[in-house]
């Protein structure tokens, strides 16, 4: 080649007009006449250029974004939890407060682990994204689902008359049962499709939206829309995912297509929670556990 110099195309690999290159599975290779030899990728920018686009800055940052804002939510939501360690209603149930502390801190933990995770993929840390704090993650939401769980059963035992603006104990047991359900299958989802940032990211983030359920449904100026039949506190859970959609898609410059399939899912448990908690056997079969 002599001293014609090479530049980095698009792809992050040397070329010049003495050559042309092409993009296997795993490498990408440079073909001077009839030979072909693999090239490595020279920079992770542009490894990640290849696997997510033009406009890969832009919907990563939407994901802090979504992270800052679902925190905030969280924050004016539980305030009277964090500021004076009661629930909203007033008292905690006594019979159970340590198990609601529990609950209440390994969901504020959740929400804090998204945006840290959110940030160091923005700032390019994927690596302390995926072996260290995803570990974490992976922990936590197991004991999530088992803590949420728990706490709503006995809950609605100990104190069903708090629920009734709610539908009432039994119907507000299936919807937070479901939601549990929905939040799990979301993160196996997610965890599943790790190495695939596209079906990864949109899960994680609506199983966050999933269980912000209690927050939304306290936060000032928007608690009412909790209250309202049919929906209660599914109304605003769907209402936030449906507005960050829209948010995603003008920072990406495109539609979400896995995101609208998981939001696609949790409108159809809402509704199904709906039916099994006005169905006659789920009322008898709590009939003794929930006056």
């Not at 609950?103 to 840290?116: E, N, Q, R, T």
């Not at 994204?129 to 088992?146: K, Q």
């Not at 983030?205 to 209690?214: N, P, Y």
């Not at 829209?246 to 609208?260: E, F, G, I, T, V």
Request: with cysteine; glycine share 10%; charged share 15%.
């Amino acid at each position: 080649m002599g001293k014609r110099d090479l530049t980095l195309g698009e792809t992050g690999v040397k070329s010049s007009p003495m050559f042309r290159h092409f993009r296997t599975k795993d490498q990408i290779c440079i073909l001077e006449g009839d030979m072909a030899s693999p090239e490595t990728v020279v920079t992770p920018v542009a490894q990640a250029r290849i696997a997510e686009g033009p406009f890969a800055k832009s919907d990563r940052l939407f994901y802090v974004v979504a992270a800052g804002l679902m925190l905030i939510f969280t924050a004016g939501g539980f305030r009277r939890f964090y500021l004076h360690g009661k629930a909203p209603w007033g008292e905690m149930t006594s019979q159970i407060a340590p198990l609601i502390v529990a609950h209440g801190l390994a969901m504020s933990s959740w929400v804090i682990l998204f945006l840290v995770q959110s940030t160091l993929i923005l700032t390019g840390y994927r690596r302390v994204h995926m072996v260290v704090t995803g570990r974490v993650g992976a922990v936590l939401a197991p004991l999530i689902v088992v803590l949420g769980s728990t706490a709503a059963a006995l809950s609605v035992h100990f104190r069903p008359e708090i629920y009734g603006p709610l539908g009432g104990p039994r119907s507000f047991l299936a919807t937070m049962l479901i939601e549990m359900v929905s939040f799990g299958t979301l993160v196996a989802v997610g965890l599943a499709y790790r190495h695939r940032p596209e079906i990864h990211r949109p899960m994680m983030l609506l199983a966050t939206i999933v269980i912000l359920s209690g927050s939304l449904g306290r936060f000032p100026y928007i608690e009412d829309l909790a209250f309202r039949s049919l929906l209660y506190v599914w109304g605003p859970v769907l209402l936030f995912g449906g507005l960050l959609f829209l948010l995603q898609w003008a920072m990406s410059r495109a539609a979400n297509r896995w995101y609208l399939m998981g939001y696609a899912g949790t409108v159809i448990a809402s509704f199904l929670s709906v039916v099994v908690g006005n169905s006659g056997l789920w009322n008898r079969m709590l009939r003794t556990f929930v006056p």
